[in-house]
């Protein structure tokens, strides 16, 4: 599989890859090369496995035998080009002269027996978005038909550049584009339903939102296509939805060997495809979003325990930790092991925080030894850095000896060589996890999030401040006024003198 390759002198990434042999005459190159407009790796990552799948889909109708095409697949497929132009258009359709003279142009060259050379070229990059392959006779039909549909589009545009918007009255007459017999459905109008979550990560993480949420609702985009069979998103129906609904409740998380939840199903799979299919609406990708309306009603969760670790627990848990020992693990996940519970017991700060922890996060702030859990690092919840003083008694047991000791960079986590660090870090938030599950086997209290719970109790038993509090686990305030003023340093420290210690014998 290829990769984006950097330019040596501009940074710039770029997607090449040599053309096939048998293409090449067809193709009229060795090697098809496409700047992906990006220094960035991660980006170049997305715009790589777009223009991948574009060129194999060009590749595929190359080297497909010609198949014609029904009346009604022509007059579907024109129907793509009239919603694209609407797409592109519609809100800001310029002048409605622009639109006129366009429709007059046209007209012309129906006259003038000029429609191959006016709409050939259209007709041509629509099939090979398709990856079809068409007879001359078919491809005389979709050329006719694609004229209607610019003409039909061009009017449509014309009446909103005037100031009417009313919806038109011919819109619906294009049917749903069926592929032919044996072939499987491919990219709508160049588009795919892989390709609309790219993108719509493209624009939510300049918004700020979590890679987890982009890595969730790709997962779920790529279970829905792999349930679907096809990747187009113009073929999907709101009954195709509710059947992945019920598929996915049926389900069985091959992790845990138990049925997905449904909580999962909802919060994950439907709310993702309500916002990825919302977004390709309002930016002319699709035509409606079939995941609307869908949901599932959950009833109140069964509550047979606390979400914190009790005493016992909490002691056992720190205690294997203190007591572990090198094996032939990989330093860094002893270190993982080692360390997260105790950080966690004595921060109220989630796993995956602190196993994201640099070198560099930790300082010498006076008397305090200081944590700063920075987006900088990983995820972090709140998008928000915010400082976590050190418990004396991670002070004694050593944890500022052993950070000095470590290379600069993260503690417990190896990036890989783009420097993405999600991959590392989800293992080795699983590796803990298994850890702490051989202690903590109550399957009612999570083996990792029960510290952040306890933390909350055992500070407000403390007497602590809540504001204090949920300034250290890194929780919003309630009310604006909670927002006035800082919690510094000072603070934290003297909420953490007051925490007791855990005492493990």
């Avoid at 142009?105 to 129906?110: E, G, S, T």
């Avoid at 859990?373 to 944890?399: C, I, M, Q, Y």
Wanted: aromatic fraction near 8%.
């Amino acid at each position: 599989m290829s990769r984006p390759v950097k330019h040596p002198k501009t940074g710039v990434y770029y997607f090449r890859k040599a053309v096939p042999e048998d293409l090449r005459t067809l193709v009229g190159k060795r090697e098809e090369k496409v700047s992906l407009g990006t220094k960035n790796p991660a980006d170049a990552k997305l715009a790589h496995a777009r223009i991948a799948e574009e060129v194999e889909a060009r590749w595929k109708a190359l080297r497909s035998q010609p198949e014609p095409l029904t009346h009604k697949q022509v007059v579907a497929l024109a129907g793509e080009v009239y919603r694209e132009w609407l797409g592109h258009f519609a809100d800001d359709p310029g002048s409605s002269d622009v639109w006129a003279m366009l429709v007059e142009v046209q007209q012309n060259a129906r006259a003038a027996a000029k429609l191959v050379e006016w709409v050939g070229p259209a007709v041509d990059g629509l099939l090979l978005k398709r990856g079809l392959r068409t007879d001359d006779a078919s491809r005389v039909k979709l050329v006719e038909e694609v004229d209607r549909a610019m003409l039909q589009a061009a009017e449509q545009l014309r009446r909103n550049a005037s100031g009417d918007y009313r919806p038109d009255p011919q819109a619906d007459r294009f049917p749903t584009w069926e592929p032919p017999k044996g072939q499987k459905a491919v990219n709508s109008s160049g588009d795919s339903l892989t390709k609309l979550v790219d993108d719509w990560w493209r624009e939510a993480k300049a918004a700020g939102l979590k890679v987890s949420t982009y890595e969730s609702y790709r997962s779920t985009i790529a279970k829905l296509v792999a349930f679907l069979g096809h990747d187009d998103p113009s073929q999907v129906t709101a009954e195709n939805v509710v059947a992945f609904k019920d598929f996915r409740l049926a389900s069985v998380n091959p992790r845990t060997g138990k049925p997905i939840s449904p909580k999962s199903v909802k919060d994950s799979d439907i709310s993702g495809l309500k916002s990825v299919f919302a977004w390709a609406v309002t930016n002319r990708r699709m035509t409606s979003n079939p995941a609307q309306g869908i949901t599932i009603k959950l009833g109140k969760s069964v509550k047979l325990r606390s979400k914190g670790f009790t005493d016992s627990e909490a002691v056992a848990l720190l205690r294997a930790a203190a007591n572990l020992t090198p094996g032939r693990e990989h330093a860094k996940t002893f270190a993982a092991k080692r360390w997260a519970s105790w950080l966690c017991a004595y921060s109220g700060a989630r796993v995956g925080e602190m196993l994201q922890l640099r070198k560099e996060d930790l300082r010498r702030e006076g008397e305090w030894w200081v944590l700063r859990v920075t987006p900088e690092a990983g995820t972090v919840k709140s998008n928000e850095a915010r400082d976590v003083v050190l418990h004396p008694h991670l002070v004694e047991l050593g944890f500022p000896e052993f950070v000095a000791g470590c290379a600069p960079g993260h503690l417990f986590i190896t990036p890989d060589k783009d420097g993405d660090v999600r991959s590392s870090w989800r293992t080795m938030k699983n590796r803990v996890t298994e850890f702490a599950r051989t202690v903590v086997t109550d399957p009612n209290v999570a083996p990792n999030h029960g510290w952040r719970h306890r933390f909350k109790t055992v500070g407000m038993e403390t007497g602590i401040d809540l504001r204090i509090i949920d300034a250290i686990q890194g929780h919003s305030p309630r009310t604006a006024g909670e927002s006035y003023g800082d919690v510094t340093v000072k603070v934290r420290a003297m909420a953490m003198e007051r925490l007791p210690r855990y005492e493990i014998g």
